[in-house]
Structure formats: structure tokens, C-alpha cells
């Protein structure tokens, strides 16, 4: 049997590991396999090279510095050419983890589990503290997290103009924002996912929502001095109203498109959280 500890886009991978070292209980019934570390291809060049205060770690060097194997994942969004910069500044930063290049991290599990990879030597070269629990991390007080959860179901065009919304104004700051999300109009479970301008939403596969079951949306946030209050109120009014839909199937309208207002018809009323289509 195995544990597998996954932790936030915003850990110190150092503390954790630790704690299989220097907690008794712990180091009697565990032995640390390997680290492993997701690389966004797209968007990992700005966070290894953003300037911290002094003193403050780098959240994004450090779990690249302590990995075993580094997952390159979205390698399809970036050139032959930028990708060779992202695995030259990971080999600057680690030269003796593997690399993996994934596109939606799929990857096969015997690559990360049971690898037997963590070195303690090499971290202690790395890092004389690693084992010194009175030592200090310090984290940049400018990122932070914050959640919103409301219960009912959601309005997936509400939410892609809003989402559009904080791209224009937020998105250099918004390092990770994911969600599960019950759409108007399905029984089906949604995941969103985005880092900085880059989203997508999803269906679980296999995941619906079950008779009496409560329908609710949550959405978490990650990223660089975030207006919490203005996130998760902006979220909430994506909720679907509970009121009858002002056209019905086969009603003739003006629909806004990409090239301006045209005429349309009505073929669909709640689909996938969407109000018309």
C-alpha cells in the first residue's frame, strides 16, 4: 500500500517532506518514494523568474529544485522552440530529475509511483537546513486563496462573460482557478479549470448529480493579490435564475455573435447551462 499527499500550487514542497524524517511516528511506517512535480509549459517561465521580496522563497523554483520527476504538462500549447527553454531553465534548476512531456498529464502511473527516488543526500547538498525544523519559510504574502460555494445550479453564459471579464483585467494575476459546477439544464457534473487566460470546462466523466442529491457550484482561486470579496460575489451572480425563460423552441430573436447582432432561432432552452442556443 501507498500514501499519495497531494498538496497546493502554492506549497513548499520542504516542510512535507521533512516530516518523514524528523517525526518519529511517521518515519517508522513511511519512507518517501519520490516528488513529483506538475510544470505548466505555457506559464512556467514567469513564475521561476518572478522577483521576489528579499527573503521571501519562490514557491515555483522550490518544488522544481526538489522533485524526483517533473510532469511538463500542456506541451501542445507551446513551440518546439519554447519548449526547449522550459526543459533548459528546469535543468538549471534541477539536472537529475526525469522529465515527463504530457499533454492533459496523462501519463502511465508506474512512472510516478513505487520509483524509489528521493535521495535525502541530494536535498541535504541542496538545502544544509532541509532537516532543521526551527527553520523559517517564508511565503509572499501577496499570494493567496479564496473559495465561493453557492448551492443551485449555474448559468454557463453568466460565467463565460465573467470568467472573459477577469481575464482583461485579472489575468497575469491569476495563477490557477478551478471549480465543480451543476449547469442549468444538466444532470451532468462540470469541471472548470484555467491558469491565467487558458480555461476550459468539462464534463465528469461518469459524474452526475443524483436524485436528492443537492446541487452546488464551488470555484477556488489562486493567484497574486486577489480582491476576495469581488471574486467570490462575481461568482455567485453566475447562478441560473429559477424564473420560466423569456423564449421558448422555435421563437425567432436577435442573438449577439462574434461578428455583431444577427437573426436566430431558438433550438434549445437550458442546455449545459447555457439559456438558449
Known sequence: DAVIIETTGLADPAPV?????????????????????????????????????????????????????????????????????????????????????????????????DINTFSLERITEMDPEFLNTDGEHSHDSRVSTCSAVFEGEINMGRLDRWISELMNTKGPDLFRYKGILAAKGSDAKYVFQGVHMLYDETILEGQVWGPGEPRKNTFVFIGRDLDKSYLVEGFKRCKAADVKARFSVGSKVQALVNTGWADGTITHVWDEGWPYR
Open 17 to 113: 517532506a521533512q516530516t518523514f524524517f524528523v517525526d518519529e511516528n511517521v518515519s517508522k511506517l513511511y519512507k518517501l518514494d519520490g516528488i513529483i512535480t506538475v510544470v505548466d509549459a505555457k506559464h512556467v517561465l514567469e513564475h521561476v523568474k518572478e522577483e521576489k521580496p528579499e527573503g521571501v522563497e519562490n514557491e515555483s523554483v522550490e518544488q522544481i529544485a526538489f522533485a524526483d520527476r517533473i510532469i511538463v504538462n500542456k506541451t501542445d500549447l507551446v513551440s518546439k522552440e519554447e519548449l526547449l527553454t522550459v526543459e533548459a531553465q528546469i535543468k538549471g534548476i534541477n539536472s537529475t530529475a526525469e522529465i515527463i512531456k504530457t499533454q492533459k498529464s496523462k501519463v502511465d502511473p508506474k512512472r510516478l509511483i
